[in-house]
Every structure is written in C-alpha cells, then in structure tokens.
C-alpha cells in the first residue's frame, strides 16, 4: 500500500511539514509505504494546458512530478497539506492540485479507479478552527469531484513560529489517527 504525502509549504520542516509527516507516520504504522514530497523542492512546473492530459494518461511536462505518474494513478492513498495563505491554499499546493488533471477524462469522469482516500489538512496563523472551514470544504468538493474518498479536514491553528505545531501534542495525535485511517 503506498501513500504520498505532499506538503505545499515553502518553509522547510515548519508546520505544514510536520502535520503532513504525523498523518504519513500513522499510515506507516498501519503498514503503508509512506512517501514525503515537497513541490517547493522537487523539479516541478505549473500546468501550461498542453491539453496532452486529454488524450493520454499522466503529463507531458517532463518534470519530476510527471514520473510520478504511473504511482500515482495507482495509489491507495495521498496526503496534501497547505498552510492558508490570503484565505485559500499556497501557491505550491494550487500548483499541485492544478497538475492532477490527468485524473480527469475528457467527459470529466474519474481516471483513478481505486477511488484513492484523501487526507486533507492545513495550518493557519488565525486561531479560530471555524474560520477557513467554508474554503477547507470547498477545496475538498474539488478533491471529490476527482475522484477521491476525501476525509473531513484537519487543521492545525496558530501556528505562526515554524515549530508551533508542536505544542499542540493532541493534534499531532489526531493527525497520526487521520494517518492510520487512510490505511485501515
Ligand atoms: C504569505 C502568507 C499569507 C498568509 N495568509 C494567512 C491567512 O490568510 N490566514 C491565516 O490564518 N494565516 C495566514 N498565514 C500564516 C500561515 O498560514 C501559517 O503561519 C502557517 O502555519 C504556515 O505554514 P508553515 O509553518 O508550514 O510555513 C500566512 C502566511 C504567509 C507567509
């Protein structure tokens, strides 16, 4: 069983990091092989709407996330976590979600056929959980639309200093369990 977990943060081993590897730690325990990438780090552009998607599977690009391809059709499970940034995801992460046409058809069908699950998550400086939910629904009514079992959202929140996510033990927690359901 194979889990990649993307974390669309610029800020190396901050929050977005850490919440992404607790949810792949929890999935690891249950007995998957747990992948952590970072689109800030990997050799990996925007879509151009070549449209080469529409006709073949995976990507013309030719970059690193392109030779993800083949794996990712046929993942049981992936992981993506966003810090909020002005309200909606980071950039890295809209730059990820945007290279996931190809699991559309043309008719706007799901290519994935395992139904992957979907573990969604966020951290945000703003201290109320309530805030972003509306988005954090929205984003996952996208990620349904193309044919992912998601589950419901986990956000981490306050969390302005790098490691700030650490004082917040039972979400860590929660993140591994998240994990762990991906798997079971
Ligand atoms: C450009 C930018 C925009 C941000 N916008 C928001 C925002 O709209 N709402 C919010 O609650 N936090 C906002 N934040 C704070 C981050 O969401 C928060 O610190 C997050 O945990 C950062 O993730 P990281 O630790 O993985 O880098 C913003 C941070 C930056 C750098």
């Given at each position: ?70 794996e990712l059709y046929e993942a049981d499970a992936l992981v993506i976590g ?35 699950k979907l573990a969604l998550c966020f951290t945000q400086g703003h201290p109320d959980g309530d805030f972003f939910k509306p988005y ?49």
């Open positions: 069983m194979v889990v990649f977990g993307f974390s669309g943060s610029p800020r190396q081993n901050a929050n977005t990091d850490r919440l992404v590897r607790a949810v792949l730690a929890g999935a690891a325990t249950a007995g998957a092989d747990a992948r952590f990438l970072r689109p800030q780090d990997m050799d990996m552009r925007p879509c151009r709407a070549c449209m080469w998607c529409r006709e073949n599977r995976g990507c013309a690009i030719g970059d690193e996330f392109s030779l993800l391809w083949p966003s810090p909020v940034y002005m309200w909606q995801m980071s950039a890295q992460t809209k730059m990820l979600v945007d290279r996931l046409y190809p699991v559309l058809n043309p008719d706007f069908s799901s290519r994935l056929a395992k139904k992957p954090f629904e929205h984003t996952a009514q996208m990620l349904r639309f193309l044919g992912f079992e998601v589950l419901p959202p986990l956000a981490a929140v306050g969390t302005r200093a790098p490691d700030a996510i650490e004082a917040q033990p039972e979400l860590l927690e929660k993140a591994r369990r998240l994990g762990r359901s991906l798997v079971e």
